[in-house]
C-alpha cells in the first residue's frame, strides 16, 4: 500500500513537470502580447526578473465595463451562514474594499442584492435576504457611502447562484451581492 502511494506521488510530480514543460510556450491569442527585455543579450527569449511583459486587450471597454471589472475586482459579494443576517468575517475585508472603491467614484450608485438557499418558505427567504442586503448597505454606510448611493432588493431564493443541492451549492446561494446600477 505504501509503494503504491509512493508511486502515485511519483506519477503526478513527473506528470505534473512534463506539463508545465509543454506549456511554455503556449500561444496567446485575443491580445498584443509585447516582451521588453532589459538585458544585453538580447537573443534571449526567456521571461526573467528584468523582462517585462505587457498584454494589452485589442477590445475596447466602455466605462462602465471598467467599472464592473474594478468591482469584481475588489470583490461583488459577501457570503452568510446558515438563517444569518450577519456577513461572514472574511466579507469585512471586501466590503472595505468596496467603500474605498465607492468613495473614488463618487457618482456611482449600487444595488446589494441580498439571497438565500433554497431552505425555508418563499416568504421566509425574501425577508432574509432583505436584512441580510441591508447588513451590507449598513456597513457600508458605516465606511461613509452616501446612504442615498446604495439600494437594497432580496431575491430570496429567488436567483440562486449555484444549482446543487449539497452544502456547498447552498454555502454558495446565502449572499449579497454589490452590483453597479445602470
Partial sequence: MIN???FFIYFSIVALISCAEQNKN???TGADVSVENNEEDSSKTSINDETKLSITDNKEKTAEEVLIEE???VGDRVFFDYD???FK???V???KRQARFLLKNKTLTVRIEGHCDQRGTREYNLALGERRAFSVKSFLVSLG???SRVSVISYGKERPQASNNNEAARAQNRTAITVINQ
Avoid: F, H
Fill in 4 to 6: 503504491l502511494k509512493k
Fill in 26 to 28: 503556449i500561444p496567446v
Fill in 71 to 73: 468591482l469584481l475586482e
Fill in 84 to 86: 444569518e443576517t450577519k
Fill in 89 to 91: 468575517d472574511e466579507g
Fill in 93 to 95: 475585508e471586501t466590503l
Fill in 145 to 147: 457611502v452616501a446612504e
